[in-house]
């Protein structure tokens, strides 16, 4: 009966998406403020919820099923709530991604075609560990005017109970059913099978969580699968900037897909430069694993053919000396994975070459990976970041979760009036006009 | 073996994606007006490859096993092949979709974020009997420097590989590879399964057929299945209007998805209003199907529960009597297929509540729900109607083929300065200007 349980859940989501489409900014941006207020007052709940889970998981670290940091991840605190709380805020205050025209055309007198932004409907979100994450995507999705169907890790059941909750209570001006919650592994199963009623899926975790939930499900999927990223040092680089950048790419946050993995160095600098950086990352305590003629300068581990492709997500990195700035984008568009790339040059050529054929999100010049990120790039409340390249790629803000219609206001047009013979043709001309629900722009 | 060779030829599109997205749309254009002028050329060529396919579609015709209007779409001419050689002019003299910078932000002093319009990269497309369908997908993916993959139905096998060899012999300029051509049944499966390699699927054909691909693959699908359209005639409708707005929409040509396959009628003027369309509808050979309300009114055939969700694509409608507004957007909720409704009425509050509450692409007031075409909508030529939400939404034009990527101009930016106790702020401020390949916008 869970599937059946869950069936329903997604279908009264629909229903709520159509009545949540239609409320106003000024609704939606309330009601988040409403719920940052709620999850103040009902701290000691939430903290209550969440030792449950932290007990429960300390157990499993005893055991070894657990890592210390997975542990922590888990974890709430009163300044933590507190901080979700101002999340909740800043993505009340984000600009309305929805009530805009984003194109006004008059195919004739009186005949104007507006093409609206308007939210995608259902979406489906399935996401491990940190309880944090719960409560962002529903605060994403109700600014987006989107219903959410969301689904946590088993490790953090108790402080997701309680945040639904929460959320719940402080939106019953929200239409009823907006925000749904299902718990068991069978119920994914169920959603992922759902692709009439649940229009985008927002998985959050690992690699190999997301490729699953793509290869088992037809429904539009927004994640974020690897993280190989490259920084390039062309022969005619600026090398103080190259090794600065370097080290920023790798060193300033290891952990994070827009880390670099594999630094690419032109044989005719690689002399100088490779002993200066290595110098540096050793300092900061940096592995460095480099092919062969890398370690004809340095004196570094060797890499082995599976370093080019592995995303550490730490304090490693892989070396590798380049002929010419083709071979360094063969390198990429082999081994690396479409996410970001920077060449460092003072070159524009080699710059444009470089910024034109890869076929990765991001591709910079001179300037650091680490700044694909949606709060970097002045996306405002960041959806997350997709390696896929239709819909939205990159850093995703709230219009990823954003679709649009097309409203044609007429009075009484006919497509017969522009068919056959003495067909009357369009005037097809863009004006500035934000649809007037109801009224043509010239009355 | 067959596989290994459609897996090969997607492979090679791959390469030849990457260079094909960095010639310029001059090239681009010049390449198709080669194949435009070559397909004239070539037409004694084209003509006898299609008797081959017409003779064994004659066979199968006379066996009964297809269609006289199956036959007939199969059949080109002299004048068919100069009116597909036109298309392809026009295809080429389309604004360019590439080469836009779609927004520019600067981040902070000398670090400028540019949104730049790229093309997906490799497209599949699948698609039943007219051979014209060959030539006007390989032109929307070379002007918008897609590598395509195009697999036709069997029974235009000789007339698709002419057609093929035309084009790439006239394309020698273009990248090698960009354009792939399968014919085995079973290299579509393949085809289906390669999401690692191809981008998007762009199936024509039955809804069916469409439906089949978007069960079979977890690549994204581009494409249309079914088109159960609506008017709605308010009580306050001009029943004029009213009235031509109705025959229009099923009439002007029944057999495309944009026709309406349902006419809601409100109670209060349902006495009025339907004998009057009943007569003009019975004057061209409508068949009406009408719910017992509607029989209360006029004399015609009783509508059976399966006649609201049944695309018709024939002089058939089915009429329904709602007692208000709310219940046809019901209606239309319930049994719609989200693809364009209409409301007549001559009050603007309740056209803005249809448009707004309705989850269909295209939602009209006071105008023939035939409008909704790319043509028509002055969007170009026309790359296919989408039903879905995700990237491109009702008639799509060649925007619908591309992506976009980022491009970050530095000088050296590292993304340490902008984090921790001294964080320097970011700027984030939108400006007017074009990506310049290796420059900053201010030098």
Redo the contacts between chains.
């Keep these: 009966m869970t599937n059946t349980e869950t069936e329903r859940k997604v279908e009264t989501a629909q229903t709520a998406?159509?009545?949540l489409?239609?409320l106003s900014d000024e609704q939606r941006r309330t009601a988040l403020l409403d719920v940052a207020d709620a999850l103040e007052a009902r701290t000691d709940e939430i903290l209550a919820a969440n030792e449950r889970d932290v007990e429960a998981a300390e157990e499993l670290l005893a055991d070894g099923e657990y890592t210390r940091a997975f542990v922590d991840r888990l974890t709430l605190s009163v300044s933590k709530v507190e901080s979700i709380a101002e999340m909740v805020r800043s993505v009340a205050d984000q600009d309305d991604p929805l009530e805009k025209t984003l194109e006004a055309?008059r195919?004739d007198e009186g005949?104007e075609?507006y093409k609206v932004a308007v939210p995608?409907?259902v979406v489906g979100a399935v996401f491990e560990s940190r309880p944090d994450a719960l409560v962002q995507i529903a605060a994403l999705g109700l600014k987006s005017g989107n219903a959410v169907i969301l689904k946590g890790g088993s490790e953090a059941l108790h402080s997701n109970r309680t945040l639904f909750e929460i959320i719940t209570d402080a939106t019953a001006d929200v239409p009823d059913g907006w925000a749904q919650q299902i718990e068991a592994r069978e119920d994914v199963d169920t959603l992922l099978e759902m692709?009439n009623a649940v229009?985008?899926l927002m998985p959050r975790g690992s690699s190999s969580f997301v490729s699953y939930i793509?290869?088992n499900?037809?429904i539009?999927v927004l994640g974020h699968t690897e993280g190989v990223c490259h920084v390039y040092v062309d022969a005619d680089a600026?090398l103080e900037?190259a090794e600065?950048?370097a080290y920023?790419a790798k060193v300033?946050?290891p952990a994070v897909c827009n880390a670099i993995e594999t630094l690419l160095v032109h044989e005719d600098v690689a002399e100088t430069f490779l002993p200066a950086i290595v110098d540096r990352y050793e300092a900061a305590d940096v592995e460095i694993r480099g092919d062969e003629a890398t370690r004809e300068f340095v004196d570094v581990e060797a890499a082995t053919d599976a370093d080019w492709d592995t995303e550490y997500g730490d304090l490693i990195v892989s070396a590798r000396v380049v002929d010419s700035l083709g071979t360094a984008c063969n390198h990429i568009?082999t081994h690396g994975s479409k996410h970001t790339e920077s060449i460092v040059?003072e070159?524009?050529?080699?710059?444009?070459t470089f910024?034109?054929?890869l076929?990765?999100?991001?591709?910079?010049?001179?300037?650091?990976t680490?700044?694909?990120d949606g709060y970097?790039?002045?996306l405002g409340a960041e959806v997350g970041i997709s390696t896929?390249?239709?819909?939205a790629?990159?850093?995703v803000g709230l219009e990823g979760l954003t679709?649009?219609?097309?409203?044609?206001?007429?009075?009484?047009?006919?497509?017969?009036t522009?068919?056959g013979e003495d067909a009357k043709p369009?005037r097809?001309e863009e004006f500035d006009g934000e649809w007037m629900?109801?009224?043509l722009a010239g009355e």
């Design positions: 998406a159509l009545q489409a239609q055309r195919l005949l075609l995608i409907g692709d229009d985008l793509q290869d499900t037809s539009p600026n900037m600065d950048i920023d300033q946050y568009t040059t070159d524009a050529d080699r710059a444009e910024m034109r054929s076929d990765s999100a991001s591709v910079f010049h001179n300037a650091s680490r700044f694909a970097r790039y002045g896929g390249k239709i819909h790629r990159g850093p679709t649009y219609k097309y409203h044609l206001e007429g009075d009484g047009h006919l497509v017969a522009y068919a369009y097809h629900p109801g009224r």
